[in-house]
């Protein structure tokens, strides 16, 4: 008799965002006339069409495709060299940090790097995760039978939970526990909250203390535009060898329908085998990226290659400065309503406390009722989201405006 993975059933009732889903349109169909009315600021999906140059690259690779002598079928799955090439010299080299090309695997977005990257460790780790939290972080965990059963919170026993709360500004501090995995992310998502150097200084310091791997999910770096903010933890010395960093070009070229990131792992990171012998991770993942993954398609990492030229950096700079305006519009409509605002200002994402003690799902309830706006309930990113909601400040224009108004109303 065929089995399941048992730790499938562990999961909770629904991922986050298909429960909104299910929510908005019940809710829709009960009141067909509003429905036209509703405006979307939960899922961080973009809006705006893809930098132009992308889309020319990509139709000038659609006609490769229609030529023998310029055809492609099967491509490196760690990546063209042509794209690799192009992310270590424009994302990394050009701002002072050492990565090389031969560091950089090509894949089709960081949500599955995140998830894909616990095929070569054991279950054996100590898995440390902020709260809130991704959900991706945690359920692939579950998946992968990290953890233990779920508690009544909806948080999983096994894992080690690192609060982010006003009063550390949603920066988890390193935990005085032992881990060998910590997943951080920054800018945040779901918060918005970014780290300053001395911060990644001290999570640089625990892992290199504690042997630990930083799985460091930078999807939104691009958001970046204070000068002292670091845009990725390789700028920090010694992170090279605790370190492994995911990006994706989703956020930072709108591909989320186009699908393409990557992820970078240096030589110098190692891992321990059960013998106790330091075994190069890069070698693992190379081996489990080759084995279960073909590579992006030849027309998508064409038109990323060409988000890194000077004209590919001024328009992806305006795509995200476009979303960036969006976003103070809507931190400011909130603290002009009374309410305690996060994030906003180095990311796409609102990050907004729930006015009255208010619960998230009864405030998410309340905004679609009322304001016909769907958000994001903080409790869907773990117990401390609780009393806090997200709002996402990937829209139109047109849109982030009305949907300032409407809060100012509500």
């Not at 059933?9 to 986050?16: F, I, T, V």
Request: negative net charge; glycine residues 10%.
């Amino acid at each position: 008799m065929a089995r399941i993975n048992d730790h499938f059933l562990k999961l909770q009732a629904g991922y986050l965002f298909p429960e909104i889903g299910r929510r908005v349109a019940a809710y829709a169909a009960e009141h067909p006339d509003e429905a036209k009315d509703i405006i979307r600021c939960g899922i961080g999906d973009v809006t705006e069409p893809l930098p132009q140059v992308a889309i020319e690259a990509m139709h000038r690779a659609v006609d490769d495709q229609a030529r023998r002598e310029t055809f492609h079928g099967y491509g490196p799955e760690q990546g063209y060299e042509w794209l690799r090439e192009a992310i270590a010299e424009v994302s990394y080299k050009q701002r002072g940090v050492q990565v090389e090309a031969d560091e950089i695997y090509v894949s089709d977005g960081a949500k599955c790097d995140t998830g894909n990257i616990l095929d070569i460790f054991g279950h054996e780790n100590a898995i440390a995760v902020p709260d809130p939290v991704y959900p991706v972080y945690v359920d692939t965990n579950v998946m992968n039978g990290n953890t233990g059963a779920a508690r009544k919170d909806g948080s999983y026993e096994g894992l080690l939970y690192m609060p982010c709360t006003p009063g550390n500004n949603f920066v988890p501090e390193p935990p005085e526990q032992h881990a060998d995995l910590v997943y951080l992310c920054f800018p945040n998502n779901p918060t918005g909250a970014v780290a300053t150097r001395e911060q990644l200084e001290k999570w640089v310091a625990y892992a290199r203390e504690h042997k630990a791997i930083l799985l460091y999910d930078g999807a939104y770096e691009a958001f970046i535009t204070e000068p002292d903010i670091p845009t990725s933890i390789f700028a920090l010395p010694g992170a090279r060898e605790c370190a492994i960093e995911f990006r994706s070009f989703s956020k930072q070229g709108g591909f989320t329908g186009t699908r393409c990131g990557y992820i970078v792992i240096p030589k110098e990171l190692t891992a321990k085998d059960a013998a106790g012998h330091d075994v190069p991770v890069s070698r693992l993942w190379a081996r489990r990226h080759t084995t279960k993954f073909n590579g992006a398609s030849y027309i998508v990492q064409r038109g990323a290659a060409a988000l890194f030229t000077p004209e590919g950096q001024v328009q992806t700079r305006a795509l995200i400065d476009y979303y960036l305006t969006n976003a103070a519009l809507l931190s400011e409509a909130c603290r002009s309503a009374g309410l305690n605002v996060w994030g906003g200002k180095n990311a796409p994402y609102v990050w907004v406390q729930t006015p009255d003690g208010m619960g998230s799902w009864d405030f998410f309830d309340r905004m679609l009722r009322e304001a016909h706006v769907v958000i994001t309930p903080g409790a869907g990113f773990g117990a401390h989201g609780e009393g806090f909601f997200r709002i996402s400040s990937f829209n139109s224009r047109e849109n982030a405006e009305e949907v300032a108004r409407r809060i100012g109303k509500l």
